[in-house]
């Protein structure tokens, strides 16, 4: 393993370690709360998979008392069951967590996500260690609901009363 590789594997575990707290902290201190997760390899949506739109631009997870049961975590993933028309295992690495947002739609936290080092894929920028770099544009505010006859049900935050 060469000083990069392990540089990377270090910044890797304290950035798991660093999510961890605040989601640590978010349970603490939120009923219920969201986390906006990227799409990735190791995240796992049991049968149901990543639908429609969530396999480009990633899934927001509703972490409360009803949508979430049998949770916990481990040093690279959280593991629960969360409902979804029925209960579904998932299991979600730390790596993939971009934004926690409260209950409200207040974005709590906001990260790059990173991932373990791998050739880049062809467009994609990279750092000069091989590390892909994944970043999650910030959330656009949209005129007006999308029509659609997606299954994935979106929550428009910038509908909340102040």
Same mark, same amino acid.
Request: glycine fraction near 6%; include cysteine.
């Given at each position: 393993?060469?000083?990069? &590789? ?6 890797l ?6 999510? %961890? ?8 201190? $939120? ?5 906006? $997760?990227? *799409? ?27 949508? /979430? ?10 593991? $629960?069951?969360?409902?979804? !028309?029925?209960?579904?295992?998932v299991?979600?690495?730390?790596? $993939? ?5 409260? %209950?409200?739609?207040?974005v ?26 994944? /970043?999650? *544009? *910030? ?5 007006? *609901?999308?029509?659609? !006859? ?5 929550? &428009?935050?910038? #509908?909340? #009363?102040?």
């Amino acid at each position: 393993m060469s000083s990069s &590789d392990s540089n990377s594997g270090d910044i890797l575990a304290y950035n798991r370690k660093f999510k %961890k707290s605040v989601l640590d902290m978010m349970f603490t201190i $939120c009923d219920t709360f969201y986390i906006h $997760c990227i *799409p990735d390899p190791s995240l796992f949506m049991g049968t149901r998979g990543l639908i429609d739109r969530e396999k480009t631009d990633g899934i927001i997870l509703v972490f409360g008392p009803y949508s /979430t049961r049998h949770l916990t975590w481990d040093e690279q993933f959280i593991h $629960c069951e969360m409902q979804f !028309n029925r209960w579904e295992k998932v299991s979600i690495p730390f790596e $993939c967590i971009a934004r926690m947002f409260d %209950k409200s739609g207040q974005v709590i936290m906001q990260w790059q996500t990173m991932s373990a080092p791998i050739p880049s894929p062809a467009g994609q920028k990279s750092e000069p260690n091989g590390d892909l770099i994944k /970043t999650v *544009p *910030p959330a656009e505010k949209k005129d007006g *609901p999308e029509k659609s !006859n997606s299954r994935v049900i979106e929550v &428009d935050f910038s #509908k909340k #009363k102040k």
